[in-house]
């Protein structure tokens, strides 16, 4: 018998010598599913305690580092919360945590956590295996792991994604079925306009790469709004729910804060869009005056005077049907002056925008007034969305466009925006 069987058969004998004074326990935290609108996930939280009282897990982990028993301390935390999950088996999956140095030792082969789970009367494919894999310096070992995991059924997620040295290389090479953002992005994202573009950026790559993205951490209604609007997968956090010794009582604190928040965000989105609409009516009367007067004759600079007034108007310019722009941009006043630096890329006479949305959509449907998806513009490298529609002049047929800022343009949107007016 090896020495991690003896351990999974007699835990409690052997614990105090692992452990000193140490005494085990779990507590569970729910994770939700904003679709299903219910918990579909338990993470098995350590909370060890000394005497009387609790102290932290990163104490209990780092003793047992020092001993090199890590292998050890997470075979018994497995049996602790496998024994809870067992007795009531909800309709959710259980996440349980492998330290780096589980994934590279043979007391914790993937043939041993699947006699672990398969002994409390469960099946693996109950069991989400988070893993940090920034933690894990044996690509090669942390690659049989997984497949050996998978084997049995086991499902893998990619822990705390996006703090110390994760790089997406591994995630497509483990393809996890969930990848957790690290709390660390979620904080900077809810503070920093740019963090948060970054932020949703890599969610909407992560989950085209083909997993379900769990943001955790979320304490705050900022950081809820912000999980909210990058349309992830699954939320974790003490917003929704704190960790809980019984795992009803934690699915029952998260599912109605669930519930109060996508009301409250669903509301709050209907608001924004209102106020949007309302802000390109007003606009939409500006862009068809500058066609009226453009296909008249009068010069752009001229015709579209008022046009560049409206908030968060940066640069007008016309295109041809096949997406070349014709003319000179026409700027907004004082936007030149913010721009001073030399850059070539402000001068676009000539240039074909024919791969851009904004193109395609007034082309394609030449009756509306368009308005794109938030994209970092070419010739100043910020964050912009254009407003476009076709017009007859003299000339022939042109597509007006006007670049705008969004946040200027329509505050509180962020990324929400009607597609056509």
Partial sequence: MSDLTGCMHKQGSC???WFGDFELSCEFQSIVSPTHR???????LARPRRGKGRVSPAALFSEAESEGQEPCLDIALWQQALHTYAESRPNAWLFLNLSAASVV????????????????GLSCDRIVLEI???????????????????????????????????????????????????????VHAAENARASRLFM????????????VLVEGLETREQAALAWESEADLYQGF?????????RTASAEAEPRLLQAQ?????????????????????????LETCQQVAGGTALTDAATHLLECPGAKRCYLLDTQGVQRGQTAFAAGYESRSAAFNPLLSAEGASWSHQEYFRNATNRPGEIHLSRPYVALPD??????????????????????????????????HHLPHHI
């Fill in 15 to 17: 614990l105090p010598t």
């Fill in 38 to 44: 219910r918990t579909v996930g338990l993470e098995a």
């Fill in 105 to 120: 030792d043979s007391r914790t082969a993937p043939d041993i956590l699947a006699h672990l789970v398969h002994e409390s």
């Fill in 132 to 186: 940090v894999e920034d933690a894990v310096k044996d690509q090669e070992a942390l690659a049989g792991f997984v497949a050996g995991c998978r084997n049995h059924g086991f499902r893998i997620a990619i822990d705390d994604f996006g703090a110390g040295d994760a790089h997406f290389e591994r995630i497509w090479r483990i393809r996890p079925d969930i990848v957790k953002m690290d709390r660390s992005m979620v």
């Fill in 201 to 212: 950026s890599l969610i909407r790559l992560i989950r085209e790469n083909g997993s379900l």
């Fill in 239 to 247: 917003w929704y729910s704190h960790p809980r010794a019984e795992l």
């Fill in 263 to 287: 009301q409250h965000f669903t509301a709050l989105n209907e608001q924004q869009e209102l106020e949007q609409i309302q802000c390109l009516r007003s606009l939409r009367h500006e862009i």
């Fill in 381 to 414: 490298s910020a964050r912009t969305v254009t407003v476009s529609h076709m017009t007859f002049t003299h000339e022939g047929y042109r597509i007006l466009c006007l670049d705008i800022h969004p946040e200027q343009a329509f505050p509180g949107s962020h």
